[in-house]
T-cell receptor, first 116, second 111 residues
Framework: GAVVSQHPSWVICKSGTSVKIECRSL??????MFWYRQFPKQSLMLMAT?????????EQGVEKDKFLINHASLTLSTLTVTSAHPEDSSFYIC????????????FGQGTRLTVV | DAKTTQPPSMDCAEGRAANLPCNHS???????VYWYRQIHSQGPQYIIH???NNETNEMASLIITEDRKSSTLILPHATLRDTAVYYC????????????FGGGTRLMVKP
């Protein structure tokens, strides 16, 4: 099946610094990728839709200037958490699919961000 | 997307069938039922989906009631590795693969 890879799997950073998370579709092209956030013992919440070659679409309540998304190629989307704070500590997950008519979405393995 | 209701948790003995229910009473005619699962600290994994007929694949079976207001995911012989949170999601088939996750069911398979 299709593979979506995230990097890094986990990261620890200091408050005030920025962290970049990469999401790659390894064997298919994806014009659209999705970024989710998951806090402990909670479900996944959609943060934003990453669109290749255009601006990302953010869900209500998600600060676009804090969570910068870049989708510069058909196989790579990046999420940068700027000026990270401890409350940004979470599990970040991306997903993609080989076309909007694909019957299933493929998820990365997730990135555990801890801000200290 | 239609809302789904699932029990928050279930236990199952290893080797027995795990039957996970899902209610989706407001499902529309063009909406499919999808099941994903999330093993601890991993990304979700697709299991199966269906419209109105029962479906089976190498992972599970999906039974959808005739009125389509509820469904059951069946893991025929649960193993310890099936311990995970199982999400039932209802969505239009070609809705761009954006998924709305509810609370899911935390399945604990016990030896």
């Amino acid at each position: 099946g299709a593979v979506v890879s995230q990097h890094p799997s986990w990261v620890i950073c200091k408050s005030g610094t920025s962290v970049k998370i990469e999401c790659r579709s390894l064997d298919f092209q994806a014009t659209t990728m999705f970024w989710y956030r998951q806090f402990p013992k909670q479900s996944l919440m959609l943060m934003a839709t990453s669109n290749e070659g255009s601006k990302a679409t953010y869900e209500q309540g998600v600060e676009k200037d804090k969570f910068l998304i870049n989708h510069a190629s058909l196989t790579l989307s990046t999420l940068t958490v700027t000026s990270a704070h401890p409350e940004d500590s979470s599990f970040y997950i991306c997903s993609a699919a080989p076309g909007q008519r694909s019957p299933q979405a493929f998820f990365g393995q997730g990135t555990r961000l801890t801000v200290v | 997307d239609a809302k789904t209701t699932q029990p928050p948790s279930m236990d199952c003995a290893e080797g027995r069938a795990a039957n996970l229910p899902c209610n989706h009473s407001t499902i529309s005619g063009n909406e499919y039922v999808y099941w994903y699962r999330q093993i601890h600290s991993q990304g979700p994994q697709y299991i199966i989906h269906g419209l109105k007929n029962n479906e089976t694949n190498e992972m599970a079976s999906l039974i959808i009631t005739e009125d389509r207001k509820s469904s059951t995911l069946i893991l025929p012989h649960a193993t310890l590795r099936d311990t995970a949170v199982y999400y039932c999601i209802v969505r239009v088939h070609n809705a761009g693969n954006m998924l709305t996750f509810g609370g899911g069911t935390r399945l604990m398979v016990k030896p």
